[in-house]
């Protein structure tokens, strides 16, 4: 019989790589913290209406992308193919709208599924960092949410020893308006690409989007289309003078804080929902999949979900295994990335025969009870391949018990990188004091 491989796009991130991995993800979360940000946790799955209505009926996403499935009870159900709709979802479950404690500044890490074409930086599942303020049409928050992405993907590659800075990572902002401003707008656009389907020069993704909303029509990757598009009317020249203002505002407190921004005027991103602020994250280092996180405003999101008054939001999520692949040069799947392996313990345990297996492994507990990180060999595998093991695991110490020290009723600390060792009386805490100091704890 054949293994069962791992499904097509959603890799294994296994140690060593996932202790980067990890730290990358804790230094995004750690940034959000920072701001204000309280973590969250909402399901894996949700009502299939929820993106549907959310993320929008023009996206990839919705079309493609979606993994859904009937549960046993008859519901049609989806796995998050995004965090934001849900998240809102979430607050307007709770009846956080009319809570009080606004805005709601909430943030989470967790595993994204897109059945999208798997390539380098895109895969089928992923994890992002996502952090959503809901409740607010401050143009401060605004500002804070691009600092923070700044910010705490910069803390990201500290932890792999790299910089992220201007030089190799570019933040690129736009504004698209409120959604009043777009009836008038996507007539000036359609208006303009007309010729160009009765000529049949437009992409069949665009013909068959651009109805329902013709901004897709600014990402669409279709050969002909970025030419087709360099001379298309703007958003930012159709949105009204408070939307104006407000992005103004942005640009000035983003500048009075040195964030390097690229304006981009055909930044549109793959979600439906947005208005106003819309920024991205590129990596200079990235191929084609160069976006290492985005985000923005969305203003009506609440409303497609259902709620009957106005309820703002911005946020943005970062992609932690792009990031991690920007940082390391490698993907975090792959299985010949080469990364330095970090101590597992700190205490080895090796017992050398059967008589030392119990009082070696109460000591080895009751390290692991002060929060020494200690482990223990197995008894029926010689000293030889014990030390190796020991070795293996990178561990400082080991605690030595063959015949003699169970006779004796002693242990041996060796230190295993100088070879020196000493003889300790058999007592928890005597044991613990003396690694303590050999530890420098
Ligand atoms: P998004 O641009 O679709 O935005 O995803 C954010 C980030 O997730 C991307 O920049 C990328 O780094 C990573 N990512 C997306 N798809 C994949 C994939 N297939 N494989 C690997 N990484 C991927 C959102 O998801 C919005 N919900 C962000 C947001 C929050 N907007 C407002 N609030």
Sequence with gaps: MKIIDSVKGAPDILPPVSAGFNAIEAAMLTTAQTFGYERIRTPVFEHTEVFARGVGASTDIVNKEMYTFEDKGGRSLTLRPEGTAGIVRAALS??????????????????????ERPQSGRQRSFTQVDVEALGTSDPLIDAEMVILGWDALRAAARTAGKTFDADNLEVRLNTLGDRADRPAYHAALNAYLDPFEAAGQLSEDVVTRRHINPLRAFDSKAPGMAEIMANAPLLKDHISEEARDHHRMVVRLLEAEGIPIIHD???????????????????????????????????????DLGWNEPFQGIGLALGVDRTYLSVYGVPPGDPNARIAPAPRVEVYGIPMGQDALEPLFSLVTALRREGIRAEMGESTRKARALFKAADRSMARLALVMGDDEVAQGEVTIKDLSTGEQVSCPLDPAKVLSSIRQALNL
């Design 94 to 115: 709770a009846g956080i709208p009319r809570g009080g404690a606004l805005p709601w500044k909430v943030c989470w890490a967790g595993e994204l599924f897109r059945y």
């Design 265 to 303: 005027d055909r930044l549109v991103r793959g979600l439906d929902y947005y208005t106003r602020t819309t920024f991205e994250y590129q990596a200079t280092n990235l191929g084609a999949q160069s976006a290492v996180g985005g985000g923005g405003r969305f203003d009506g999101l609440a409303e």
